[in-house]
């Protein structure tokens, strides 16, 4: 057995090693300045951002590496606020017109919560359509709290990072963070655009033993990329033609992507039926809601497939790879879309495979009636997953009697838990005894106060003298 150290994490080279999807976060600029080095990069990193969960962790685990990180010559300045964060990350992709610069690109990481991505849109806009430094990328960290556990708001990121004209990662796991960081950065630098790269609680707060690759990390594939414009395709000052900027973006980086995505597998198909009847297509945290969705009604990989269940896992979720999709399809009777909140990724496969011939029903959020059917307003349960699963391979004439009990007595679960009277006995959170907020947030007769982002808001459950809160730094 081999000796195993808390720094592992961090430092092994190969073999397994278990961390959270955070450390595995603060892991992967470290492997990236190693890989830089072995291919004789002289390149240094840049970290920026804004805490709040479910990245309310990320700064705390940098700080107790930091030694570590300067001696990898990567730089983690935590944000003002989210957006001079986004604003720092965009200079460093400015190397190329630097004077005297000694580095041969900065790779950046920006972090923030949902309402921080919403609130830096301006400045991750101009950094994305300005573009990266060929030895540089960006990682943009959106954390998502889709069910608003610890924010004012309910978010989904996506919409965002889509508006800002950038393409979307979407990690299902702590092997993902690892894998899809290094290729989300090789990415970046191959098409010029800044990474979107979406994670949740479940997958940053997850503790997984994954497969550590370091230097050995396999290299990314790079696809011909055809016809260039005159002034290449990386960092295309917006001050200089704004128009040509857009142009460059859209015409030149954009279609990139796709090729990148096919070329590299990101996205994969878990489950090959040999006979196709229900395909599932499942991003982020839904990929793992689906395979336990699918153990519940007792299906492992095997069974599932030879009921005619495939499953295709989108690591990209934004655009749909077309190629990879319509290959997926291809002899499907119907599609199910599974992802959290709005159907993101099930509005794109239907744009991309309308008028196709042979194309297969597509559902997901409502089913073939507009009926109701994968919730967007709450947080995705496998047990909710499982039960529409059954219904659509009954739908489809698929019988199997183990499916169709477990199925029954999963919905009597759901009815149950839904039929349940909340306790008559409420009790507000409120401040720890000793803690100053007790008094300070005490208001004076005939005066209100409002609530603000942080535990002091807990003040606003005490009485009708406190206005509700506002948005971060409002």
């Known amino acids: 057995m081999r000796d195993v150290k808390l720094e592992d994490k961090y430092t092994l080279e190969t073999g397994t090693v278990m961390m959270t999807g955070t450390q595995a976060l603060v892991r992967v600029p470290l492997i990236q300045r190693a890989l830089d080095r072995q291919a004789g990069l002289n390149t240094a990193g840049f970290i920026s951002g804004y805490r709040g969960s479910p990245l309310g962790g990320y700064d705390q685990e940098l700080w107790r590496v930091r030694e570590l990180l300067e001696q990898q010559d990567i730089l983690f300045q935590p944000g003002v606020n989210e957006d001079l964060a986004a604003t720092a990350v965009w200079g460093t992709q400015m190397l190329a017109t630097t004077p005297q610069a000694n580095k041969d690109g900065v790779f950046a990481i920006w972090y923030g919560k949902g309402p921080g991505v919403d609130r830096s849109g301006d400045a991750l806009r101009h950094g994305n359509i300005a573009g990266t430094h060929p030895h540089g990328g960006v990682l943009v960290v959106a954390g998502d709290d889709h069910s608003g556990k610890s924010s004012t708001l309910a978010h989904q990121s996506e919409m965002a990072l889509m508006h800002a004209g950038m393409p979307v990662l979407a990690p299902s796991n702590v092997q993902d963070v690892l894998d899809l960081g290094l290729l989300g950065f090789a990415m970046s630098r191959y098409t010029g655009l800044y990474t979107g790269f979406k994670l949740c609680n479940e997958v940053l707060e997850q503790t997984m033993t994954v497969e550590a690759r370091g230097v050995a990390t396999p290299a990314s594939v790079e696809p011909d990329r055809g016809e260039l414009p005159p002034g290449g395709l990386h960092n295309h000052p917006t001050h200089l033609d704004r128009q040509q900027s857009e142009v460059v973006a859209k015409r030149y980086r954009w279609p990139l992507v796709a090729k990148f995505v096919r070329a590299n597998g990101i996205d994969q198909v878990r489950i090959a039926a040999p006979r196709r009847v229900l395909g599932i297509v499942a991003t982020g945290k839904a990929v793992q809601d689906v395979i336990q969705a699918l153990q519940l009604l007792g299906l492992d990989e095997t069974a599932a497939a030879a009921l005619g269940i495939s499953f295709y896992k989108l690591g990209c979720m934004y655009p749909v790879e077309p190629e990879g999709l319509f290959e997926f399809a291809a002899g499907q009777r119907e599609l199910l879309f599974v992802e959290e909140k709005e159907g993101f990724t099930e509005a794109q496969a239907k744009a991309l495979l309308y008028g196709r011939p042979g194309a297969p029903l597509v559902v997901g959020k409502q089913d073939e009636d507009g009926a109701f059917m994968i919730p967007s307003d709450v947080q995705l349960e496998p047990i909710q997953i499982a039960v529409v699963i059954a219904e659509r391979l009954r739908r489809l004439g698929v019988e199997s009697v183990g499916v169709a009990e477990r199925a029954r007595q999963l919905a009597d679960e759901l009815t149950w ?24 947030t005490r208001t004076t007769e005939g005066s209100i106060a409002a609530g603000g982002i942080g535990c002091h808001a807990m003040a606003m459950y005490s009485g009708p003298a406190m206005l509700p809160n506002t948005q971060m730094g409002g």
């Open 417 to 440: 838990a839904a039929a349940l009277a909340p306790a008559e006995a409420a009790r507000s959170p409120y401040f720890c005894s000793g803690c100053p907020h007790n008094s300070g």
